[in-house]
């Protein structure tokens, strides 16, 4: 039976079997705690850089569809499993999961005890790391995949937005696939600046009210004006949001000119626009049950999260409202300013896997909109 590896940077490593496309996959180690959305998580842009560890022991039970794609391609560097299901069973299966690894040449390895890995990058943190398969586990091969493994760079200083950006401005009008379509008689021009998007956060755009252009990270900001926008929309995207200078340097110049609304990626950038700083967090949040406290409505929603960074509360101006916060480690979530008509979360409200309890942003950002207080 064949035999494929996976290698940390701090060389602990597992024996397990191929899964998807053979080769060397390179990316940053990371867990994922949702219990599907498999699909959604490969192809999600956010993942770019990183090798996906899935909590869940079974993966591939349903199968994939087109429909459920958040991005063109997948864009994670690898895949690890417990167990791969190879009979999936669901009518809206178009493609066995494994061969959706295989079309798009995405290096996996099942057969890894992947709770013991949870566990290592729980207590030692997220790091580079690779897959070998096929592999010969003998003494010289492992001495080799350590010595390369060890020698692996972070994420950390990387823009990896310039990989996964859209290469010119397009316009979006597709609404939810699924369910009823609520469009507004008197749609509001958003732009959204790509910085690795995805599409169900699109169709909640339009499904708010927008009409939507979406625009490339690099876009400059007279540009985006002159489109004469009702709204800026800030998007998710891979890697350290400190690399991605010009984007700032782009939201510095926007900032009060039109109601933003800034998620994930798009939540770190708008902070440092601010004259905030960013840390990475130790092993990151991600996974479709991550509790945040609603400060503002006293409540607390289950949310749909994937960044390994995060907005220090502390750099930000006096007069920012801090308004979710992480009930696991107390780490910012959002926060609005009010005057320079700004919001932005951390987790993902589309739910593209993951609950529903946050879809209410896009219409507090669609009514921002219609009643702007943004200083002249």
Not at 92 to 120: M, P, Q
Request: glycine share 10%; charged share 25%; with cysteine.
């Amino acid at each position: 039976m064949k035999k494929a590896l996976l290698i940390l940077s701090d060389g602990k490593q597992f024996i397990g079997a191929p899964f998807g496309s053979g080769g060397i996959a390179e990316g940053e180690i990371v867990f994922n705690t949702s219990m599907y959305g498999y699909q959604e998580i490969l192809t999600d842009p956010s993942y770019k850089g990183q090798i996906i560890t899935f909590t869940y022991p079974e993966i591939g039970i349903y199968g994939t569809n087109n429909a459920d794609a958040e991005a063109e391609r997948p864009h994670a560097a690898g895949f690890v499993v417990r167990e791969g299901c190879g009979f999936p069973s669901n009518f809206r299966n178009s493609l066995n999961f494994e061969d959706l690894l295989k079309k798009y040449g995405i290096v996996g390895i099942k057969n890894v005890d992947t709770r013991a890995l949870t566990l290592h990058i729980r207590d030692r943190g997220a790091m580079p790391g690779m897959i070998i398969s096929p592999f010969e586990p003998d003494e010289k091969n492992l001495n080799e995949a350590r010595e390369k493994a060890h020698a692996l760079r972070g994420l950390v200083g990387i823009d990896l937005v310039k990989y996964v950006t859209a290469e010119k401005p397009y316009g979006w009008s597709e609404g939810f696939i699924f369910g009823e379509s609520r469009p507004r008689a008197a749609r509001k021009k958003v732009v959204a600046y790509d910085f690795g998007i995805k599409r169900n956060i699109l169709r909640c755009l339009v499904e708010a009210g927008f009409e939507v252009t979406v625009v490339p990270a690099g876009f400059k900001a007279e540009d985006a004006l002159s489109m004469k926008p009702d709204a800026l929309f800030l998007s998710n995207g891979p890697g350290d949001p400190e690399a991605v200078t010009y984007a700032v340097e782009n939201i510095r110049k926007l900032i009060s000119k039109l109601p933003i609304f800034g998620i994930c990626l798009g939540h770190q950038l708008l902070g440092l626009a601010l004259g905030g700083r960013t840390f990475k967090l130790k092993f990151g949040h991600r996974g479709g049950n991550q509790p945040v406290k609603n400060i503002r409505d006293n409540r607390v929603e289950i949310t749909a999260q994937n960044h390994g960074f995060c907005v220090d509360v502390e750099s930000l101006p006096a007069d920012t409202e801090v308004t979710h916060v992480n009930l696991n480690d107390g780490t910012l979530e959002g926060f609005e300013c009010g005057k320079l008509g700004i919001m932005a979360v951390q987790y993902h409200p589309e739910a593209s896997p993951g609950p529903h309890d946050s879809h209410y942003l896009f219409d507090r950002f669609y009514k921002m909109v219609e009643k702007p207080k943004i200083r002249a």
